[in-house]
């Protein structure tokens, strides 16, 4: 724990910034995030926003709510439908549960990148390193942040960093979902069970990423897939550096 409030603090600090601003979906990744942001920092400078769509459920808004007032940081909800109501006007306009996720999602990112801009606040991440090395998130939009607490944790070890933090039971029992669609899992989008990838992933790892199973080799595909969504744009810019190793002009 004292790692991963260090190194919130460090880019706080670092930064310049005068707070800290966080989606808060009422599922397990984004509570465990705010906590720790509020333990590194201070409630008073955390800010977490709900951002539902018509098919987000009440419970996760009251959970969200509730994990707030536990923690003492401010918290707002803004629903998403003005905004995807406008997106519903542009010429070929096309409504899939795929398009209309990813959209969401990136709608979400943007709305936390305004308020982050006007209140000079940090965006903080919510992905955990099971999503990561799936790719289990959208471009520019839930794997958008300034900083990430969680991404070193596979899904299982937030799950026990969340009973360590005292996390309320009705967030740790939940079904884990993104909220895109209704009904939507996030165990039945990949489907694998979060126990099936970590496992795989650990596996995996230390056998320098030979599969030995069916389901090792189902998980080393969905990692190979997503390689995109780890890497920035290819492109042909080289920037010279002087001899410290900084550009021109540093």
């Known amino acids: 724990m004292g790692q991963v409030e260090q190194m919130i603090r460090y880019a706080y600090w670092n930064s310049g910034c005068k707070g800290i601003l966080i989606g808060m979906s009422g599922g397990l990744d984004s509570a465990v995030a705010a906590t720790f942001c509020c333990r590194a920092v201070g409630p008073g400078k955390v800010l977490g926003l709900s951002l539902p769509s018509a098919v987000s459920t009440k419970k996760d808004c009251e959970d969200a709510t509730a994990l707030c007032t536990m923690l003492g ?4 909800i803004i629903s998403i439908e003005p905004m995807l ?3 519903r006007q542009i010429p070929g306009f096309t409504e899939s549960p795929y ?3 990813n959209l969401m999602a990136r709608i979400r990112m943007t709305v936390l990148y305004y308020y982050a801009n006007r209140d000079n606040r940090l965006v903080c991440g919510t992905s955990n390193r099971s999503e990561y090395l799936l790719g289990y998130c959208t471009k520019f939009g839930d794997n958008a942040a300034d900083i990430q607490p969680i991404l070193h ?19 740790l029992k939940k079904t884990p979902s993104a909220g895109l669609w209704e009904g939507q899992s996030d165990e039945g989008e990949i489907g694998l069970s979060y126990d099936q990838i970590d496992t795989s992933l650990r596996a995996l790892d230390d056998q320098s990423w030979q599969p030995k199973n069916a389901i090792e080799e189902k998980v080393l595909t969905l990692v190979k897939k997503s390689g995109h969504k780890r890497m920035g744009a290819p492109n042909l810019l080289a920037v010279p550096q002087k001899p410290d190793g ?4 540093n």
């Open 246 to 249: 900084t550009a021109p002009g």
């Open 153 to 171: 944790l596979y899904k299982s070890d937030v799950y026990v960093m969340a009973r360590e933090l005292g996390i309320p039971d009705s967030i």
């Open 85 to 87: 109501s406008g997106f």
């Open 73 to 76: 940081m401010e918290h707002l």
């Open 99 to 101: 398009l209309l996720g």
